[in-house]
């Protein structure tokens, strides 16, 4: 059976959309950014490592999809908010203004290691400092990269997007189902 190599209940509900069975575990690993690595460089080299740690762990039988989302603005990685002025730093950044949602999907098997990257164009309107405070206490941004869940009450934010929505969730199910469509997985 197919392995998603992940905690996300998001991902997880993303994944059942395209109707394969799979079952869920979680990997640990150091998601830290290397000295001058690209953003597009570090999410497929995320979930391409998310998706090798399950096939090692799991045994090397079924097949392991990993994945990786991050939010950058200005070329720069907006990771899960660690507090709230770390949260309102990057909220300043997203306000009024256009971002990338850049998501990786790998699929390990037996037949080798194969990977999508999609980049998703976001734009948000202008914050007001009370609706950033709104937002914070909801509790919704502490988990989520970029501090925000389109698919959530930051949903209103956002006045257009370019691209993948289930990418920017946090698996692009288009390029997804490609990976598993050419292992005959789906
Ligand atoms: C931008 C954005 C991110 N996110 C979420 C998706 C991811 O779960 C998270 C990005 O962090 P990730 O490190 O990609 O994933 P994760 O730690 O949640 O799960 P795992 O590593 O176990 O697979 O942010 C949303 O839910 N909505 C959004 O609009």
């Known amino acids: 059976m ?4 992940s905690a996300s209940p998001r991902r997880a509900e993303l994944l059942h959309q395209l109707q394969v069975p799979f079952r869920q575990i979680s990997v640990n690993l150091d998601e830290s950014v290397k000295p001058a690595e690209e953003p597009m460089d ?7 490592a ?19 989302t991050a939010v950058v603005c200005q070329n720069r990685i907006l990771g899960k908010p660690v507090d709230k002025s770390d ?4 909220f300043a950044l997203l306000s009024g203004a256009h971002h990338q949602v850049m998501t990786a999907v790998a699929l390990r098997s037996d037949r080798g290691l194969q990977h999508r990257l999609v980049v998703t164009d976001v734009s948000f309107k202008v914050l007001s400092q009370a609706e950033t405070d ?13 501090g925000y869940g389109i698919q959530g009450l930051a949903g209103r934010f956002v006045t257009r997007i ?17 990976l ?6 789906l």
């Open 87 to 90: 949260f309102q730093r990057m």
């Open 134 to 146: 709104w937002y914070w206490q909801t509790g919704e941004p502490a988990d989520k990269a970029g």
């Open 2 to 5: 197919l392995i998603l190599a």
């Open 42 to 48: 570090y999410v497929v080299r995320l979930a391409r």
């Open 162 to 178: 370019q691209g993948s929505y289930s990418a920017v969730v946090g698996l692009p199910l288009y390029e997804t189902a490609e």
């Open 180 to 185: 598993l469509k050419e292992q005959n997985l």
């Open 50 to 68: 998310k998706a090798e740690a399950g096939w090692r762990q799991a045994g090397h039988v079924d097949p392991v999809l990993g994945s990786d």
